[in-house]
């Protein structure tokens, strides 16, 4: 037998068939045969910006924790504070739970992911992970809940497919096929599309206004195919990449790592050490003395593009990087020694050899037009 012949097969999500039907460029990633691109980065990176752009992101993971102890479950598991999350009425009578960031923490602070969690009900909360960290995840919530007898931890992975849906159009877009208002921005709400019961996100990963859909698989290939009988264009994952590293969103294996806590990544905003989570005293410690090195964001002067691995003279390495289809330049995100990592700073990035020039600037890179 050969070795491609021992390899398991690719997963496919619902939505694969309209993937190969319209002709997308089809990729191994995360375990899962994905969209890579349609008709090119570009087009489909500004049809975000400009309109509308739909995501096959059913590669997710779902959690779900419920149960009386769920609150005091994820206090320990996430970095920000749970309790936060709100629950309550909307307008029109309608509950809506809150939706917020996170990073999962390794006792020595190293992050482990970077997660959305969204409350479903009083006791019930539902955490997307990233895919390629999907089964780690699920096992370190599952080890820590042993600890709180009345949590429940489901998987729910196999439960959901996931559409996000983005632009300036995009939620007028998915309120035409909505029974009733959409949730706003950073809350969710299970709505109707279409006669679908679908729980809606405000978030996303683009920067752009927008919802993040999560339906059950059997209902994903009709909305897709009613979103983009609107306008909604299809977009992969490349101009996924392109979307959110020029809003400076991180991508886990890239920006964050095991090796690597929240405040060398600049994301001390969503952690909340008096909650006493996993590696909160390791992350306290990095923020009272100072992270020897922080996450910079850049843009090339001298023309090229870096890519991860590419070395920082002087101390550093890049770890994102693109053509920025909105900026038309070089843009990235590097670690770099702290003093080094304030906007203005000048950089030297090796890129195969050849020198290229870059200065440091403040984040986000692009900012859509006031």
């Known amino acids: 037998m050969s070795s491609s012949e021992k390899r398991p097969p690719r997963a496919r999500t619902p939505l694969f068939e309209r993937h190969r039907d319209a002709g997308a ?26 309109a509308c752009g739909i995501f096959d992101v059913s590669h997710m993971g779902e959690i779900e924790t419920s149960g009386a102890g769920a609150l005091a479950l994820l206090q320990r598991v996430l970095s920000n504070d749970v309790s936060a999350i709100a629950f309550g009425v909307e307008g029109g009578g309608a509950f809506a739970g809150g939706a917020q960031y996170s990073v999962l923490c ?23 992970t990233n895919a390629a960290n999907h089964a780690r995840d699920l096992e370190w919530f599952r080890s820590h809940a ?17 559409l996000a849906v983005q632009g300036p159009l ?11 208002p959409l949730p706003a921005r950073m809350t969710a709400a299970f709505r109707r599309l279409s006669g679908a019961e679908v729980l809606v996100c405000g978030t996303g990963y683009t920067g752009e206004d927008g919802v993040e859909l999560l339906c ?15 306008g909604a264009k299809p977009a992969g994952l490349a101009a996924r990449d392109t979307l959110r ?26 952690c909340r050490e008096h909650t006493g989570f996993i590696g909160a005293e390791a992350v306290r410690a990095v ?68 020198i290229r020039s870059a200065v440091v600037k403040q984040k986000p890179l692009y900012r859509k037009a006031q």
């Not at 931890?153 to 439960?159: E, L, Q, Y």
């Not at 209902?219 to 195919?225: E, G, M, V």
Request: hydrophobic share 40%; with cysteine; proline share 5%.
């Open 146 to 162: 042993e600890g709180f007898a009345d949590a429940q931890i489901t998987d729910r992975i196999a439960d959901y497919a996931m």
């Open 106 to 128: 390794r006792e020595d602070g190293g992050v482990l992911d970077d997660v959305f969690t969204y409350r479903l009900d009083e006791h019930r909360y539902l955490t997307v």
């Open 287 to 354: 923020r009272e003395t100072g992270p020897r090195e922080r996450l910079a964001a850049f843009e090339i002067v001298t023309g090229g593009i870096a890519r991860p691995g590419n070395e920082v003279l002087g101390g550093g390495v890049v770890t994102s990087g693109t053509m920025s289809p909105s900026l038309r330049t070089g843009i990235g995100l590097a670690y770099v020694p702290a003093e080094r990592a304030e906007p203005g700073s000048e950089l030297q990035i090796d890129v195969r050899g050849k």
């Open 25 to 50: 460029k089809l990729v191994e990633f995360a375990g899962f045969e994905m969209p890579v691109e349609y008709e090119g980065v570009t087009a489909e990176h500004l049809a975000v910006r400009e």
């Open 216 to 230: 059950r698989p059997e209902d994903a290939p009709t909305l897709w195919d009613q979103l983009v009988a609107r």
């Open 245 to 270: 590293l020029e809003v400076c969103f991180h991508l886990y294996g890239n920006d964050l790592m095991v090796e690597r806590g929240p405040i060398e990544a600049g994301l001390g905003w969503c």
């Open 170 to 180: 995009a939620r007028g877009f998915v309120q035409a096929l909505s029974d009733s």
